[in-house]
């Protein structure tokens, strides 16, 4: 590591040093409250591409440049208060296909677009799979949550109107109302499907 520049400040009590290595990248900081111990001290490393590579966060760490690889894509995140590490998985178009979180594992999958159409959950208990579809102008207009008795199926094929179905139970409509951008009205209305 480069030589490093100590730097100090103090807001509100709190004292807030960081060290800075001659590439002006941020190097560590901590925070100490006054009179307390320690709030917090992260630690930074940098990849080849200038991206934090750590503290807590972990972008495109092969490092390898003109991979196809996003290197803004998220990686993994682990710390601030984070029980565990969280892990992500991207494509070559920088599409997160995976992801380990406190929600569990899910797998997400795009179509040639880059428009996410299907996410499914690996942890048992909870209805796996949420399907996405669209119209030709790239609109979502249908998402499809869960299957069996517990489907929900939600349409939204104009801007203002969406039309929740459920497997069982009572259709719900909402047709929002406009003026001028701003959302003047919500109508509700409940029954079965098709609702006149």
Same mark, same amino acid.
């Given at each position: 590591?480069?030589?490093?520049?100590?730097?100090?400040?103090?807001?509100?009590?709190?004292?807030?040093?960081?060290?800075?290595?001659?590439?002006?990248?941020?190097?560590?900081?901590?925070?100490?409250?006054?009179?307390?111990?320690?709030?917090?001290?992260?630690?930074?490393?940098?990849?080849?591409?200038?991206?934090?590579?750590?503290?807590?966060?972990?972008?495109?760490?092969?490092?390898?440049?003109?991979?196809?690889?996003?290197?803004?894509?998220?990686?993994?995140?682990?710390?601030?208060?984070?029980?565990?590490?969280?892990?992500?998985?991207?494509?070559?178009?920088?599409?997160?296909?995976?992801?380990?979180?406190?929600?569990?594992?899910?797998?997400?999958?795009?179509?040639?677009?880059?428009?996410?159409?299907?996410?499914?959950?690996?942890?048992?208990?909870?209805? @796996?799979?949420? %399907?996405?579809?669209?119209? +030709?102008? /790239?609109?979502? *207009?249908?998402?499809?949550?869960? &299957?069996? #008795?517990? $489907?929900?199926?939600?349409?939204?094929?104009? @801007?203002?109107? %969406?039309?929740?179905?459920? +497997?069982? /139970?009572?259709? *719900?409509?909402?047709?929002?109302? &406009?003026? #001028?951008? $701003?959302?003047?009205?919500?109508?509700?209305?409940?029954?079965?499907?098709?609702?006149?």
């Amino acid at each position: 590591m480069a030589a490093v520049k100590q730097s100090s400040t103090s807001i509100n009590g709190r004292c807030y040093e960081y060290a800075i290595v001659t590439v002006d990248r941020l190097a560590s900081e901590k925070r100490v409250d006054s009179g307390s111990a320690t709030a917090y001290h992260y630690t930074y490393t940098y990849g080849l591409d200038g991206n934090i590579a750590t503290r807590s966060y972990l972008y495109d760490s092969d490092d390898v440049p003109n991979d196809g690889r996003h290197h803004h894509a998220l990686e993994s995140v682990s710390g601030d208060g984070i029980s565990g590490a969280y892990s992500y998985a991207n494509d070559p178009n920088g599409n997160m296909t995976g992801r380990t979180d406190s929600g569990g594992v899910f797998t997400q999958e795009f179509e040639v677009e880059n428009r996410l159409f299907k996410v499914t959950k690996t942890v048992v208990g909870d209805d @796996p799979v949420t %399907e996405f579809y669209y119209d +030709a102008d /790239g609109n979502r *207009t249908l998402t499809i949550y869960g &299957t069996g #008795a517990s $489907q929900i199926k939600v349409y939204t094929p104009f @801007p203002d109107f %969406e039309e929740t179905v459920p +497997a069982s /139970g009572a259709t *719900t409509q909402r047709t929002s109302y &406009t003026l #001028a951008g $701003q959302l003047i009205a919500v109508r509700v209305r409940t029954g079965t499907s098709p609702i006149p």
